[in-house]
């Protein structure tokens, strides 16, 4: 059973960094679209960053300019470089990806655990 696996949160002090790494836990064939969303306690999940397979990126404009996600489509593995932390980024941070498990499987949508980021002083 393949599943998304998040790495790399933790508590960083305001003005950090940190960077989320997202990968399956079995050889995969592809990693397509890939998303980061977070949830905060007492509020709902929420877009933080896109990038399609095409390297083509999107983000949530509170994190426009700190936040950059990447991709490497060798390793299969998409990343989250979270630069100038504040503590309303504190969440939990979750990877959504669109896997290709093998050439001639159809494409379908992962979810993975969630990694605690914690932004305080």
Do not use: H
Not at 2 to 11: K, R, Y
Not at 81 to 101: F, G, H, W
Request: proline share 2%; with cysteine.
């Amino acid at each position: 059973q393949v599943q998304l696996v998040e790495s790399g949160g933790g508590l960083v002090q305001p003005g950090g960094s940190l960077r989320l790494s997202c990968a399956a836990s079995l050889n995969i064939f592809s990693m397509d679209g890939v998303a980061w969303y977070r949830q905060a306690p007492g509020k709902q999940r929420e877009l933080v960053a896109r990038i399609t397979s095409g390297g083509i990126t999107t983000y949530q404009d509170s994190v426009k300019g700190r936040f950059t996600i990447s991709r490497d489509n060798n390793k299969k593995t998409a990343y989250l470089q979270m630069s100038s932390l504040k503590p309303e980024d504190t969440a939990v941070y979750y990877c959504n990806a669109a896997l290709r498990i093998q050439s001639w499987s159809t494409v379908r949508d992962y979810w993975g655990q969630g990694t605690q980021v914690t932004v305080s002083s």
